[in-house]
């Protein structure tokens, strides 16, 4: 069976150079609208862990040291939510008042935000990345 090949003169006036810079262009435009989600993500999970946290108002220090974050790299692409608090001896603190058995969920918010928030994050990614396409 032949192959079929496809080159520039197949493609109605375009360039192979027009392409590529337009496929660049295309990955910046999803890599910003991308962004603009995950940020939109972290902090919407940031602000859901601080209104619905399981513990009593004390110092405010394990409250204000709940963090919603992004990154957006060539990698991929994240949203999270993070207990960074530290205890006195400069251990990772806040994962082990999320995570200790002995507390049985008592202090528990993070995994509860993570999953409130994915389909927001999946939904927003889609949606982003889809309109990006269509204005190609």
Do not use: P
Not at 24 to 30: F, L, V, Y
Not at 50 to 59: A, F, G, L, V
Not at 128 to 133: D, E, G, S, V
């Amino acid at each position: 069976m032949k192959g079929m090949k496809l080159d520039s003169k197949y493609i109605e006036g375009m360039k192979v150079d027009a392409i590529a810079k337009a496929l660049e262009h295309a990955t910046e435009q999803m890599i910003k609208e991308a962004e603009i989600v995950a940020g939109e993500t972290a902090a919407e999970m940031e602000r859901y862990a601080k209104e619905n946290k399981r513990w009593e108002y004390q110092t405010g220090h394990a409250e204000d040291c709940l963090i919603g974050s992004f990154t957006v790299s060539h990698h991929g692409i994240s949203a999270e939510i993070r207990q960074d608090m530290f205890g006195i001896s400069g251990k990772e603190y806040g994962y082990y008042l999320e995570t200790a058995k002995r507390f049985k969920g008592k202090y528990a918010i993070l995994q509860e935000t993570r999953n409130l928030h994915a389909d927001m994050f999946f939904s927003g990614l889609q949606k982003a990345l889809h309109t990006t396409i269509e204005r190609i």
